[in-house]
């Protein structure tokens, strides 16, 4: 059983990162289309996950890019959530 617990962290920090550079591009497309004076107020929303606004200021066509930056941003929670679970199971075998 000890063996297990490494190789689950190592695929959980795998998938972490593929779902930290997902949202890490979305978010550089994001900022990339951003009007020069909205670009901050953009990513500073981005950030607090109002994907409503940006669509709005931005238009239908950043949607993707948006579901993208969601996505990721969900594996790469999940992804810690699950580790530090294993963590306390692993701590009290």
């Known amino acids: 059983m000890s063996t297990v617990f490494p190789v689950l962290f190592i695929g959980l920090v795998l998938v972490a990162l593929v779902g930290w550079v997902f949202a890490v591009t979305a978010a550089f497309q994001v900022w990339g289309r951003s009007a020069p004076g909205e670009k901050f107020g953009n990513y500073m929303r981005l950030g607090l996950l109002q994907f409503a606004y940006i669509e709005q200021r931005l238009g239908v066509s950043i949607r993707p890019v948006l579901v993208r930056y969601r996505n990721g941003l969900l594996i790469f ?17």
């Open 77 to 93: 929670l999940g992804c810690i959530i699950v580790a530090v679970v294993l963590t306390f199971i692993a701590a009290s075998a």
